[in-house]
């Protein structure tokens, strides 16, 4: 008994994902859980573990291809099972597969696969090419010859935009169009960029599913918010001490400490006494949502891009624990290892773009929450002490916020809030 | 006062724009020096429609013995010329009322009078000066005058036909398109002696080979005279000087090919080599908001695609953008049996180089017809090879002006032959030619 295994959606209505590399060969026996294909999303590079065990038939799609969510991924031959039982068998949900351990190569936490994702073939010849076609919801409206055209020039008529009356394609329309760059022509692609065509000036890359992703969340924080960004400093020579203090007992837990912590820790204290900066608005439902709970997103460099992991509960989260959390979530990006998980369910975010450099800057609120917290260089600065010009170290720090949400005055507040904490961090601690 | 439109002329192409600027708000005017509704309404597809259904029915009535109708005496059947008339003229009265109601109705002034093209956007009607920003002319065509040699023959133009009294036994048409055999057959059905002459060799220019061969054997069984590619020499003593031949004459009416009628203008107005307006794509003219559509454009010489350039020219003003397809339209003949096409050609389908496969089927086996006693006739279709997208139609049949709407649809929507082989068509209809004949295309024909 055949059964396909479709890409699923593994989480916040994924559309599509890159193949990077293909674990399993047609012919190979496989366990259910056991990983098929690493593929890279537009959030994350995961592995997807098979849901049935059974005998690898047929594998869809190669390495670079781009393979859109409920399109064929594999076809198993599903071992000891016939007819109405494998039917039953293909249909009931697929549950819960967790890879055996943390750090392995499969990084999906849950998958909850719906039946819908799978398909069984009509009869055990295998299905036809047809059937897989993965069509829109809806039909393009097409003239009949437009449509025989279209088939004759192997194009989809799906992505041809129509110039006729409400959309519809015409013969002209199919002439004209000019088929994109089909996937499976891209160069081979491991992740790394694919050149496929080099001018004089320019060269072509294909966008990295990370890259389309970076690109939409920019676009979209940008056009739906009322962005507004506050500089402040603060002059935090006593948390340098501190921090001196407590780099050995972190370093004999294996820990690197650096101020981000502490700034996590001010920040979510900070939150606690404004909830507007821990809020979203709920505008199809004209009300505001308010959490209760402090995760504490951080965006972090990496080669292949931005990418946003989350401190969860970080208001239940000492100093030392908030570093060892900060350290491994930063492992995991630079390795590529985030799950969806890790990325999941942030109210605020902070962007320490200072470890590279930069003073100021006017960060793209982390949509659809209300505010983001930059941190920038800490600078050697004369301060005035009692009366005195001193040498100061200084933190600049640039708050961009809803203005929607959170007004003027709210956002002063928080800052001086977070101004306050880290200026005096034993206050803050006692609290 | 400043018109965002003012067009010249409430012909077909005029009052259908008029209609439709107002429809979308432009503060519109139309200037027409004589007729509302044009030669379409006055003297052209209208009435002569009409005078050739009252012709219909005068050669039905004499088959009605053979649908079982008693009482009918053959000898005393005559037609009326004046009653036909104003059957006619009632008809275009009501037409024409309607339209005016509707240019009222939609806020179009109507200025009657003869325009003239000032500069600057400008028209003068009777010196009194009005502007606009976009001016359409629409002001159509006539026949060419017959030589000045004729000047002492019985000439009529279709314009003053409606105003005879009778009509004589001897007549004579002229002109080489589709009105000059309408007419030709509608002299001979009320029982005239007809002759059509045309002063060239190209007979119904645009229509299929196969369609002219079909009109040109009608004409011979009809005993309709054709006499192609003659000059007329002079006219003398009742009779008509032409190739050798002296033809009896008491009528001669002229269907000669049309040329533009223009406004004056006070700016040139550029010309195309066969003396029309030469406009772009767009239809404006050499100057720059003055559009030109309907016969004064050349563009085409029917009403329904003169409408049509009307309502595509205001959209355009309007910022409405789309392409006018101006190759699919039918071209209808009013005759017994009517004839109609659309699309391309046989010949034209060849000379593009274009792998195609001919359709055809016969009216002669077709129920209905037989039913109507009209069993005269054929359709045929012209589909690509490729495809099967369906390239051009021509129907001979009672009712081909009608049927040939179905046709237009299939082709606007680009149709293949097998989408019209699977159409349903009602039983009886003549109109299952179009089932039959696509399942000739596919395969193999049922009835035939």
């Not at chain 2, 397809?325 to 049996?337: A, G, K, L």
């Not at chain 2, 086996?365 to 005269?376: H, Q």
């Amino acid at each position: 008994m055949r059964y396909i295994f479709n890409f699923p959606d593994i989480g916040e209505g994924l559309e599509e994902g890159t193949i990077l590399k293909w674990y399993v060969t047609k012919g190979q026996a496989i366990k259910a859980g056991q990983a098929l294909v690493n593929m890279e999303t537009d959030k994350i590079v995961t592995d997807i573990p098979s849901p049935k065990a059974g005998i690898i038939v047929t594998i869809y799609g190669k390495e670079g291809e781009t393979i859109r969510v409920g399109s064929p991924l594999v076809e198993i031959e599903i071992e000891g099972v016939l007819g109405d039982a494998a039917v039953a068998v293909a249909n009931e949900p697929v549950k819960k597969v967790i890879p055996e351990e943390e750090g392995a190569a499969g990084v999906v936490g849950t998958m909850e696969l719906a039946g819908k994702s799978a398909i069984l073939p009509a009869s055990d010849e295998g299905p036809s090419t047809l059937q897989q076609e993965v069509k829109p919801a809806a039909k393009v409206q097409a003239t009949p010859l437009a449509r025989a055209m279209a088939r004759d020039m192997n194009i989809d008529i799906n992505t041809i935009s129509g110039t006729g009356p409400s959309g519809r394609v015409s013969k002209e329309d199919v002439q004209n169009f000019k088929s994109p760059k089909r996937s499976s022509e891209r160069v081979q692609s491991n992740g790394s960029a694919a050149v496929y065509a080099s001018g004089e000036s320019v060269t072509y890359e294909p966008l990295t599913q990370i890259r389309k992703a970076i690109a939409r969340n920019m676009l979209n924080s940008k056009q739906s918010t009322a962005h507004m960004t506050l500089f402040e400093e603060v002059e935090i020579s006593e948390l340098m001490s501190i921090r001196e203090k407590l780099k050995k007992p972190f370093s004999d837990k294996n820990t690197k400490l650096t101020y981000l912590p502490f700034i996590v820790k001010a920040t979510v204290q900070a939150l606690k006494l404004h909830r507007q900066l821990n809020s979203q608005i709920d505008w199809e439902n004209e009300r505001m949502i308010y959490n209760n709970r402090y995760n504490i997103a951080i965006a972090v460099d990496t080669p292949e891009g931005l990418v946003v992991p989350v401190i969860k509960d970080a208001d239940r989260l000492s100093i030392l624990e908030i570093a060892q959390k900060i350290t491994e979530l930063s492992d995991k990006a630079r390795d590529r290892k985030l799950s969806l998980d890790d990325m999941k369910e942030g109210t605020f975010t902070l962007t320490n773009y200072g470890s590279i450099g930069g003073i100021y800057a006017t960060p793209v609120i982390n949509y659809p929450q209300a505010a983001i917290l930059g941190i920038g260089r800490i600078l050697k600065k004369p301060v005035v002490k009692e009366d005195q010009v001193v040498a100061g170290n200084v933190l600049p720090l640039s708050l961009s916020v809803d203005h929607r949400i959170v007004d003027g005055g709210e956002a002063s507040r928080f800052i001086n809030q977070i101004l306050e904490y880290l200026s005096d961090p034993v206050l803050m601690m006692m609290e | 006062m400043e018109y965002d439109l003012i067009i010249i002329g409430a012909g077909p192409a005029g009052y259908v724009a008029a209609i439709r600027a107002g429809q979308v708000g432009l503060k519109t005017a139309i200037v027409e020096k004589e007729y509302i509704g044009g030669m379409c309404m006055n003297w052209g597809c209208i009435p002569t429609k009409a005078l050739l259904e009252s012709a219909k029915v005068f050669n039905k009535v004499k088959v009605a013995e053979e649908f079982g109708i008693d009482g009918i005496d053959l000898k005393k059947l005559s037609f009326n010329w004046e009653k036909a008339k104003a059957r006619s003229n009632r008809i275009t009265r009501k037409l024409i009322g309607g339209v005016s109601h509707l240019l009222k109705e939609n806020g179009i002034e109507i200025i009657s009078g003869t325009a003239r093209l000032g500069s600057d956007h400008s028209i003068y009607v009777d010196d009194k000066k009005i502007r606009a920003k976009n001016i359409i002319i629409a002001t159509g065509s006539k026949p060419k005058a017959m030589d000045k040699m004729l000047s002492n023959a019985p000439i009529v133009e279709m314009e003053k036909l409606f105003e005879l009294d009778s009509i004589p036994e001897n007549v004579i048409v002229t002109g080489n398109h589709v009105s000059s055999v309408e007419m030709a057959q509608f002299f001979n059905l009320i029982g005239k002696k007809v002759t059509l002459i045309a002063n060239s060799d190209f007979f119904m220019v645009g229509l299929d080979e196969y369609l002219i061969s079909t009109v040109t054997e009608k004409l011979k069984t009809d005993n309709i005279d054709l006499i192609l590619n003659v000059y007329p020499e002079k006219f003398e003593n009742s009779e008509l000087h032409i190739g050798g031949f002296k033809i009896k004459c008491d009528l001669l009416v002229n269907c000669n090919s049309r040329k533009a009628i223009f406004p004056e203008s006070e700016i040139p107005l550029e010309l195309t080599e066969r003396g029309f307006l030469k406009t772009s794509d767009t239809f404006e003219t050499n100057i720059k908001g003055v559009f030109a559509i309907g016969d004064v454009s050349g563009k085409s010489f029917v009403a329904h695609v003169a409408s049509a350039q009307g309502i595509h020219i205001v959209n355009y003003i309007k910022g409405i953008k789309g392409n006018f397809d101006s190759t699919t339209y039918p071209i209808n003949m009013y005759t017994i049996p009517e004839m109609s096409q659309i699309g391309m050609t046989e010949q034209a389908i060849k000379d593009v180089g274009i792998e195609y496969k001919i359709s055809e089927f016969p009216l002669s086996v077709n129920g209905k017809a037989m039913i109507e006693g009209n069993t005269e006739g054929f359709i045929r279709m012209i589909s690509d090879k490729k495809y099967g997208q369906i390239l051009g139609i021509q129907i001979v049949a009672a009712n081909a002006t009608d049927m040939i709407a179905e046709a237009g649809a299939f082709m606007n929507l680009e149709a293949t032959i097998y989408d019209v082989a699977k159409t349903i068509h009602a039983h009886p209809t003549v109109s299952e030619i179009y089932m039959e004949a696509s399942f000739d295309a596919v395969e193999k024909a049922i009835h035939h």
